[in-house]
């Protein structure tokens, strides 16, 4: 039997839209009645590799892929219906295991979710064939290792790299359930020697080879068992020789080569004498078809993306200590281009996984360190009314936090600063001392700074939240974020934060007496809670701001107070005084652990405004 015996197969493939019945399940779905009716009673993998390989455009992709599917699944392969000699049944299943490769070969082509119609003015690339064809494609190889003689099989690299751009779901080309199969795929042990993610995989059986080119790690057949921790590690070794020898430089370096920052040399060391960017510098917009050639991961093969991303979140601290400098070029490539945002939130969500796995001060030893922060920082400049409002907040909220990681802060919990933390305090006194003991615990901690993390913090607080409220305080939710952001910076810092407090004690003030300040409970609320970490963190100080604390608590109260038509949802009224209430509260436990007399400075507020009453009475009752 010939090709053409599948002409009929394809022609019917043709006519039923087999690919929508997989858009919405990960399962293997059973193909359309017509389909399987077209089926010959018997066919060679043979047969179905040159199907396959027969894929001349795209015009035609999702019908022949229907068709191969609907053939491997019928049950009507020839091998599997008649019984042979030894010698001729070990001939036969090498020509099916050789045929089985082509296919994955040629599935893993097809496939590739290549963007043809990206440029920088638009994207008309047909995102939904690539899907179709993508999810077709997965089933397809997730069923070629059940039909392999004794399952063994090997997948080319250029076939796991097709599968490894389907891993993310939030790319435009993949889905929920693609990017699930994907990842099962990548975890099977049917597929390649690589170890699976998490205890509940169990290790691939020994005869499994990794791939062509990228060595075995145990023969079909093979006579001699390791033991399991010789096992671990070779499957070890062999997963580290994919992302380093298949991924990063046989796939993701070529990619980048053209595009690689001056601050970086191509060894992915730090430049010596980096050259200044060019003082008139062009966007993509002015390059024409030069940009898609220099830049082909951002546009034509942007799943190059998805692949670097997924290397980087199945390395581990000792891959990284001997190949971090295959990571840096891509990794400071992404992370240097500007638009568009959802590429710099990608970026620096990469940076923070690469940071964590990075062995402790590998990269300050390199140099890289200052390397990565000039090209984190900019992140955080992304400011109305340049940038929308919307699309900042999204930048900050991952800029901040890739800051916080390199300076030793993304660890940190700093919820028992910024929270209300339980039962308010009956006892001033007894307030005061856990919060000498909460401060004295973060000074120990601020100890363990480097000079370098100092430099980075008085840079995020100074030229960082500092300059984006200044900047930025018209746009409330901004503000919001940059309380929070303040909060967490001052409870990780402990008692470091004092030499900004005539920065912070100025911004909470003009927060909490803007009398529109109501009309976004959440803003005060992340002020007020800003100002508790503070009297906590920095309590040696606070006695010399103590009229300006009570000033802005006392403004805030009848602020919110006299507000008929306060905002709905929360926090609530109740919930607002019941912050500022305790943040006077631990104000007069400071005063009083500092021998002074707050009552006599309240007196005179509460006699002329009752309303106050209620804010101020863990004072009058000393």
């Known amino acids: 039997m010939g090709p053409k015996m599948l002409e009929q197969l394809l022609e019917v493939a043709r006519t039923i839209d087999a690919a929508s019945l997989l858009l919405d399940s990960s399962n293997p779905p059973d193909p359309p009645e017509r389909i399987l009716q077209a089926v010959p009673d018997e066919v060679s993998l043979d047969q179905i590799k040159h199907l396959a390989v027969g894929i001349q455009d795209g015009s035609d992709t999702i019908a022949v892929l229907s068709a191969v599917y609907a053939a491997l699944k019928s049950g009507k392969l020839g091998s599997q219906q008649h019984e042979q ?85 939030d790319d435009p080309w993949a889905s929920r359930p693609s990017a699930e199969l994907a990842r099962s795929l990548l975890a099977s042990g049917h597929i390649a020697n690589l170890p699976a993610v998490g205890p509940s995989h169990s290790p691939p059986p020994p005869r499994l080879r990794l791939m062509r080119g990228s060595g075995v790690q145990a023969e079909a057949g093979a006579e001699t068992e390791a033991s399991p921790t010789e096992k671990e590690k070779g499957k070890g070794r062999g997963k580290a020789r994919f992302i380093t020898e298949d991924v990063l430089t046989g796939f993701l370096r070529p990619l980048f080569a053209k595009s690689r920052p001056t601050t970086v040399t191509a060894s992915g060391r730090p430049a010596a004498f980096p050259e200044p960017p060019p003082r008139y510098a062009q966007g993509d917009g002015f390059g024409g078809d030069d940009v898609a050639l220099k830049k082909p991961w951002k546009y034509a093969r942007r799943y190059a993306i998805t692949v670097f991303e997924w290397a980087v979140d199945n390395a581990d601290t000792d891959l990284l200590q001997q190949h971090w400098h295959l990571f840096t070029p891509i990794l400071l490539t992404l992370l240097d281009e500007p638009q568009p945002a959802s590429l710099k939130l990608r970026a620096l969500s990469i940076f923070r996984s690469f940071w964590r796995l990075c062995p402790d001060g590998l990269l300050s030893r390199t140099g890289l360190a200052d390397v990565f922060e000039q090209a984190v920082f900019p992140a955080v400049l992304s400011l109305p009314s340049l940038t929308p409002e919307a699309e900042s907040l999204a930048l900050l909220g991952a800029g901040y936090p890739a800051l916080f990681d390199m300076v030793g802060l993304g660890g940190v919990d700093t919820s028992a600063t910024t929270s209300e933390g339980g039962n308010k305090a009956k006892e001033g006194q007894g307030e005061g001392s856990n919060d000498l003991k909460t401060s004295s615990k973060h000074e120990a901690q601020a100890k363990g700074f480097t000079e370098a993390q100092r430099k980075l913090l008085d840079k995020i607080v100074r030229e960082g939240i500092m300059v984006g409220y200044h ?152």
């Open 85 to 169: 000699q030894p010698q001729q049944q070990i001939d036969r299943d090498r020509r099916d295991r050789v045929a089985l490769e082509d296919i994955a070969l040629q599935v893993g082509q097809v496939m590739e979710p290549v963007c043809s119609g990206a440029t920088f003015d638009e994207d008309s690339t047909d995102y939904t064939s690539l899907l179709r064809n993508g999810l077709l494609a997965l089933h397809i190889l997730a069923l070629l290792p059940t039909l392999a003689p004794q399952h063994d099989l090997v997948f080319p690299t250029k076939t796991l790299l097709s599968v490894i751009a389907f891993t993310n779901h």
């Open 471 to 622: 900047h930025a305080k018209q746009h409330v939710r901004l503000v919001n974020f940059f309380c929070q952001t303040l909060s967490r910076l001052v409870g990780g810092m402990g008692i470091l934060s004092v030499k900004y407090l005539k920065d912070i004690i100025p911004m909470i003030s003009e927060i909490l007496v803007d009398p529109f300040g109501t009309k976004h409970p959440p803003t005060l609320l992340s002020a007020t809670r800003l100002l508790q970490a503070v009297l906590k963190m920095c309590w040696p100080r606070v006695p010399h701001y103590c009229n300006e604390i009570i000033k802005m608590a006392m403004v805030a109260w009848l602020n919110i107070d006299e507000d008929d038509d306060f905002p709905p949802g929360t926090p609530t009224k109740t919930e607002l005084k019941h912050q500022l209430t305790r943040t006077v509260e631990i104000l007069s436990a400071i005063t009083e652990a500092v021998k002074l007399d707050m009552s006599d400075r309240v007196r005179p507020l509460v006699a002329k405004d009752p309303q106050l009453r209620p804010l101020f009475s863990s004072c009058e009752a000393k």
